[in-house]
């Protein structure tokens, strides 16, 4: 697939939700990264359904929805009539399996994430169903921290993988990507670049064209 960034709203400002989303569609993006987040599974609470509910009814971009939750299944249903078309959880949670499931039946994007620590055989049960892997690059619960360079050969073992049994699964990378990491992601195999801060702080039209810049020029190299 195409390489894309994907802007994690998470690091936008909350209240100009839709302004922040418009900068971002003449440059290009078609998706948003909203992080989903319950205080059980991470550390942090972030947004739920009402939200997506009303910035759908902003924007046409596809929403690339990561439940950083405990009960994923339990709320999947919540976020699909909220608007969400892509839905992603953690093979951390018991629900996990269920979660991906009811994305696949509903013919959504299905994806899988693990975190840093988490071991790649974990996937290896998910690898038959899911569409996307998330392989998380800091620990879940808050923007801004720094990329973890251990995750690296796990996102080359994935790219190896998936090439190997020639499957159309998405590699996605999620956390600290900048414009320095992202060329580290990209090299690795990573497909979808999830950036919040690095879009979001500061001027987004020229941190967003800067990313796309070195997106580009990575799928020129092939
Ligand atoms: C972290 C979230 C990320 C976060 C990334 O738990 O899943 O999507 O927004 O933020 P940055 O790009 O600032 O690391
Ligand atoms: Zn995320």
């Not at 418009?22 to 205080?39: C, F, S």
């Amino acid at each position: 697939m195409k390489r894309k960034l994907s802007p994690s709203i998470l690091s936008a400002d909350f209240a100009r939700l839709s302004e922040e989303v418009a900068k971002l569609e003449p440059l290009g993006i078609d998706e948003i990264h909203i992080d989903v987040m319950d205080g059980h599974f991470v550390p942090n609470i972030t947004i739920g359904p009402p939200v997506i509910a009303s910035l759908r009814k902003e924007t046409d971009m596809f929403f690339d929805t990561h439940l950083m939750i405990a009960h994923p299944a339990r709320y999947f249903d919540a976020f699909i009539e909220a608007g969400a078309d892509g839905i992603t959880c953690h093979a951390e949670v018991m629900e996990a399996m269920e979660c991906v499931k009811m994305a696949k039946r509903d013919g959504i994007r299905a994806g899988i994430s693990i975190n840093p620590e988490t071991e790649f055989e974990v996937l290896m049960p998910y690898l038959d169903v899911v569409d996307m892997v998330l392989l998380m690059t800091v620990h879940p619960g808050f923007g801004g921290q720094k990329f973890i360079m251990d995750v690296v050969p796990k996102i080359e073992r994935l790219r190896e993988w998936i090439d190997r049994e020639g499957r159309e699964i998405i590699v996605q990378v999620d956390g600290g990507i900048n414009v320095d990491t992202v060329k580290i992601a990209l090299d690795a195999g990573a497909e979808i670049l999830v950036a919040g801060s690095a879009v979001f702080g500061g001027n987004v039209v020229e941190n967003t064209e800067k990313l796309l810049a070195i997106i580009e020029k990575h799928e020129g190299k092939g």
